[in-house]
């Protein structure tokens, strides 16, 4: 950092990461990671991977997930879009 600021570089902080605001991660766990250890070649087969996983998905699982997400916005909406 003292390098940095000698040099007169703006050093501009990464927001931490948090969980509560990646849907996508939350929504879907079983597309996190490498399904198997698979490896992909080209976009069709990711694509046609994941049509398969989400498909094994039941609507009720669907429907929860869901609920659940919009929970969780709720809870950052009521706490002014702050970490908690």
Do not use: W
């Not at 919009?70 to 908690?84: H, M, P």
């Amino acid at each position: 950092m003292h390098f940095l600021a000698r040099g007169k570089v703006t050093v501009v902080e990464h927001p931490p990461h948090s969980p509560d605001k990646a849907p996508a991660v939350f929504s879907f766990p079983r597309l996190k990671g490498n399904p198997n250890g698979l490896r992909f070649f080209d976009i069709s087969q990711i694509q046609q991977c994941v049509t398969t996983v989400l498909r094994a998905i039941p609507k009720e699982a669907f429907a929860d997930r869901f609920q659940q997400l919009y929970n969780r916005c709720q809870k950052c909406i009521v706490n002014n879009l702050d970490y908690f």
